[in-house]
């Protein structure tokens, strides 16, 4: 099945391959450059996900559709999500092309783990010894771990089934586990992407440093986030760290008005957690209403938090001015920002928030935090405001700021975070990226 799907997938777009090639360094040498094109072609590579399709993963789902356009083969493989509710049209396609490793029922992991240890005695009694090593510094018992292994079994089955070369986890946490343990079992490289915050708070118990000498590569989404994994990875092993940001797809931002909307609206885009500072922002924006009466703030997204932002907005009398979304499609962001004078997103912890890019793009200004990657994108000042992360008065000031810049200012801030944004996160220049590290080829040369 899995086969079926990755053939359906590699109707390649000649048009994509071209385009990566001109992006990709090359030695000068045309027979290098046709051996190159070549062994994308021939690339079949396993995503694996802990969860996939997801709202918040739309930056995985550009990602892999960006290699497939280049030549690659890629197969999904996610852990749960297939009965998860979808608000993206987007999302629900990409689903159909998702191979569910828990929906198999419990037989299946223990046929496929029993088998395992049967055909491939060495590689299991290895892979075991290393499932119990993760779990004596891990937050999670020992139980969660030989689940991983289970799915190990049935994902390491799965890959030689389809003949795929090399196995791609997102996220340091369980799924980079799994496919460490794959690839014990004697399945194929791996390699993973860093995202943070969770990563860098759980590294010691993740055993990353363990996850990182074992792969192939493991990408981080900014400067920072490699900064991160040089504090636990062996210095040895930093060569492997490459930075391979999250990427936009132009159809997002295409035909974006230049001018920001003439409103006074701000719109908040992400997950409703404590590590987004939406609570912060509610506190902020009433000091923002009772100074400027008529402004609005739209929280858009969903998240575990939303009863007690609900709450809070009843508290503080701001029903009329603050509208909570819910879950929404990759296009109803898209409408949410371009209906926005700026985006806010006042976050305590973060990786490089995707959202950031994305208003960038649609040439909106954004009020953001000094934290993490987010100053490698935002210039404060230039295409937005950074503030101190939990400062209250230092979040309304920049709102104020906001409020206070003419329609031409605006103008000028977003097209100095368009240019920034569509440089840094074009999405065929970073799946490019990823595919000649999956390739093992000139790695100096195409990631910094």
Same mark, same amino acid.
């Given at each position: 099945?899995?086969?079926?799907?990755?053939?359906?997938?590699?109707?390649?777009?000649?048009?994509?391959?071209?385009?990566?090639?001109?992006?990709?360094?090359?030695?000068?040498?045309?027979?290098?450059?046709?051996?190159?094109?070549?062994?994308?072609?021939?690339?079949?590579?396993?995503?694996?996900?802990?969860?996939?399709?997801?709202?918040?993963?739309?930056?995985?789902?550009?990602?892999?559709?960006?290699?497939?356009?280049?030549?690659?083969?890629?197969?999904?493989?996610?852990?749960?999500?297939?009965?998860?509710?979808?608000?993206?049209?987007?999302?629900?396609?990409?689903?159909?092309?998702?191979?569910?490793?828990?929906?198999?029922?419990?037989?299946?992991?223990?046929?496929?783990?029993?088998?395992?240890?049967?055909?491939?005695?060495?590689?299991?009694?290895?892979?075991?010894?290393?499932?119990?090593?993760?779990?004596?510094?891990?937050?999670?018992?020992?139980?969660?771990?030989?689940?991983?292994?289970?799915?190990?079994?049935?994902?390491?089955?799965?890959?030689?089934?389809?003949?795929?070369?090399?196995?791609?986890?997102?996220?340091?946490?369980?799924?980079?586990?799994?496919?460490?343990?794959?690839?014990?079992?004697?399945? #194929?490289?791996?390699? /993973?992407?860093?995202? %943070?915050?969770?990563?860098?708070?759980? *590294?010691?118990? !993740?055993? $990353? +440093?363990?996850?990182?000498?074992?792969?192939?590569?493991?990408?981080?989404?900014?400067?920072?986030?490699?900064?991160?994994?040089?504090?636990?990875?062996?210095?040895?092993?930093?060569?492997?760290?490459?930075?391979?940001?999250?990427?936009?797809?132009?159809?997002?931002?295409?035909?974006?008005?230049?001018?920001?909307? #003439?409103?006074?609206? /701000?719109?908040?885009? %992400?997950?409703?957690?404590?590590?987004? *500072?939406?609570? !912060?922002? $509610? +506190?902020?924006?009433?000091?923002?209403?009772?100074?400027?009466?008529?402004?609005?703030?739209?929280?858009?997204?969903?998240?575990?938090?939303?009863?007690?932002?609900?709450?809070?907005?009843?508290?503080?009398?701001?029903?009329?001015?603050?509208?909570?979304?819910?879950?929404?499609?990759?296009?109803?962001?898209?409408?949410?920002?371009?209906?926005?004078?700026?985006?806010?997103?006042?976050?305590?912890?973060? *990786?490089?928030?995707?959202? $950031?890019?994305?208003?960038?793009?649609?040439?909106?200004?954004?009020?953001?935090?000094?934290?993490?990657?987010?100053?490698?994108?935002?210039?404060?000042?230039?295409?937005?405001?950074?503030?101190?992360?939990?400062?209250?008065?230092?979040?309304?000031?920049?709102?104020?700021?906001?409020?206070?810049?003419?329609?031409?200012?605006?103008?000028?801030?977003?097209?100095?975070?368009?240019?920034?944004?569509?440089?840094?996160?074009?999405?065929?220049?970073?799946?490019?990226?990823?595919?000649?590290?999956?390739?093992?080829?000139?790695?100096?040369?195409?990631?910094?």
């Amino acid at each position: 099945m899995i086969e079926q799907r990755a053939m359906a997938n590699t109707t390649a777009v000649a048009g994509g391959r071209a385009l990566e090639r001109k992006i990709l360094p090359s030695s000068g040498s045309i027979p290098a450059e046709a051996e190159s094109s070549r062994a994308r072609d021939a690339l079949h590579v396993a995503y694996l996900i802990n969860q996939y399709p997801k709202a918040s993963h739309a930056f995985i789902r550009r990602e892999i559709q960006a290699l497939e356009q280049q030549g690659v083969r890629v197969d999904r493989l996610s852990l749960r999500g297939w009965n998860a509710p979808l608000a993206d049209p987007a999302d629900i396609l990409e689903r159909q092309k998702t191979r569910f490793v828990l929906k198999e029922g419990v037989l299946r992991l223990l046929w496929s783990t029993v088998s395992t240890a049967i055909s491939r005695p060495r590689q299991f009694v290895a892979a075991l010894r290393e499932t119990l090593s993760f779990s004596r510094k891990d937050q999670r018992s020992l139980p969660y771990h030989l689940a991983y292994l289970a799915e190990a079994c049935v994902i390491a089955h799965w890959l030689a089934q389809s003949g795929a070369t090399h196995l791609h986890a997102h996220f340091g946490t369980n799924s980079a586990e799994i496919a460490y343990l794959v690839h014990a079992l004697g399945g #194929p490289p791996y390699s /993973f992407t860093v995202h %943070g915050p969770e990563e860098f708070d759980r *590294g010691p118990s !993740l055993r $990353l +440093d363990k996850k990182i000498a074992n792969a192939k590569f493991v990408a981080a989404i900014s400067s920072y986030g490699r900064s991160q994994l040089f504090r636990v990875a062996a210095q040895n092993d930093w060569k492997k760290i490459k930075v391979v940001h999250c990427g936009l797809d132009g159809e997002f931002y295409r035909d974006a008005p230049a001018a920001a909307a #003439p409103t006074r609206r /701000f719109v908040c885009v %992400g997950r409703l957690c404590e590590q987004k *500072g939406q609570l !912060l922002l $509610l +506190d902020a924006f009433r000091e923002i209403v009772q100074r400027h009466p008529g402004c609005e703030l739209v929280l858009a997204g969903g998240g575990e938090m939303r009863a007690s932002l609900e709450a809070r907005v009843k508290t503080l009398r701001l029903a009329r001015a603050v509208r909570i979304t819910g879950e929404i499609s990759s296009a109803q962001v898209r409408e949410e920002i371009l209906a926005a004078r700026a985006l806010v997103l006042p976050s305590f912890q973060e *990786g490089l928030p995707v959202v $950031l890019m994305e208003a960038m793009a649609l040439r909106r200004p954004v009020i953001s935090t000094y934290i993490a990657g987010i100053p490698e994108l935002v210039e404060s000042g230039k295409s937005g405001w950074l503030v101190p992360a939990g400062s209250l008065d230092d979040l309304v000031s920049a709102m104020e700021a906001c409020l206070a810049c003419s329609d031409a200012e605006l103008e000028r801030m977003g097209a100095r975070g368009y240019a920034r944004a569509t440089e840094r996160h074009a999405i065929v220049t970073e799946a490019a990226k990823l595919a000649t590290l999956f390739c093992g080829a000139d790695e100096k040369a195409a990631v910094a």
